[in-house]
T-cell receptor, first 110, second 115 residues
Framework: TQLLEQSPQFLSIQEGENLTVYCNSS?????LQWYRQEPGEGPVLLVT?????EVKKLKRLTFQFGDARKDSSLHITAAQPGDTGLYLC??????????FGGGTRLMVKP | DAGVIQSPRHEVTEMGQEVTLRCKPI?????LFWYRQTMMRGLELLIY????????DSGMPEDRFSAKMPNASFSTLKIQPSEPRDSAVYFC?????????????FGSGTQLSVL
């Protein structure tokens, strides 16, 4: 079982602040995905990273895949209330199955 | 496309009763996944189908749980008999490939409460 640990578990910040959440494992993943989940809904894909050291940007969100493909980070610049949600990282290392971390619950206060 | 459709959205039942959750994947997708989400354990993969065939069911908690996919457009997850510890949100997701990096499209989930 590949264990993905996310930190912090909870984060409450003011609008305009920057933040970084982390996804760590002792296992190597062939790819890693970040999803955001809002209350009452299923997770929605934000990004997929495949190459070690890869950096992807999605507006104010920056995703990085570790060189060894064991960890990843998500950085949000100038957070907005609309960024509130549960952020999940999921690693793929066994065919087509995605294993998720416990998630980071983010609240951005106006 | 309407996306992944799950029913019912909410299910309240008593311990010992049979519960059946339903899922209609996105048309054309060949992979289907059942996940369970709780605060304590997060989002856990229960079972994975590819082309209607169960590929990995190692996440199914015990024999009380069973899943079927009789055709490409329908899947069920059954719990018999249900127990209070089965209370969770159950998600179905589908994807269009087997490369390992395809996007998973999730349904809105079934909130199950076993009293």
């Amino acid at each position: 079982t590949q264990l993905l640990e996310q930190s912090p578990q909870f984060l409450s910040i003011q609008e305009g602040e920057n933040l970084t959440v982390y996804c760590n494992s002792s296992s190597v993943f062939s790819s890693l995905q970040w999803y955001r989940q809002e209350p009452g809904e299923g997770p929605v894909l934000l990004v997929t990273v495949v190459t070690g050291g890869e950096v992807k940007k999605l507006k104010r969100l920056t995703f990085q895949f570790g060189d060894a493909r064991k960890d990843s980070s998500l950085h949000i610049t100038a957070a907005q209330p609309g960024d509130t949600g549960l952020y999940l990282c999921g690693g793929n290392n066994a065919g087509n199955m995605l294993t998720f971390g416990g998630g980071t619950r983010l609240m951005v206060k106006p | 496309d309407a996306g992944v459709i799950q029913s019912p959205r909410h299910e309240v039942t008593e311990m010992g009763q049979e519960v059946t959750l339903r899922c209609k994947p996105i048309s054309g997708h060949n992979s289907l996944f059942w996940y369970r989400q709780t605060m304590m354990r997060g989002l856990e993969l229960l079972i994975y189908f590819n082309n209607n065939v169960p590929i990995d069911d190692s996440g199914m908690p015990e024999d009380r749980f069973s899943a079927k996919m009789p055709n490409a457009s329908f899947s069920t997850l059954k719990i018999q008999p249900s127990e209070p510890r089965d209370s969770a949100v159950y998600f179905c997701a589908s994807s269009g490939g087997t490369g390992g990096w395809e996007e998973l499209f999730f349904g809105s989930g079934t909130q199950l409460s076993v009293l």
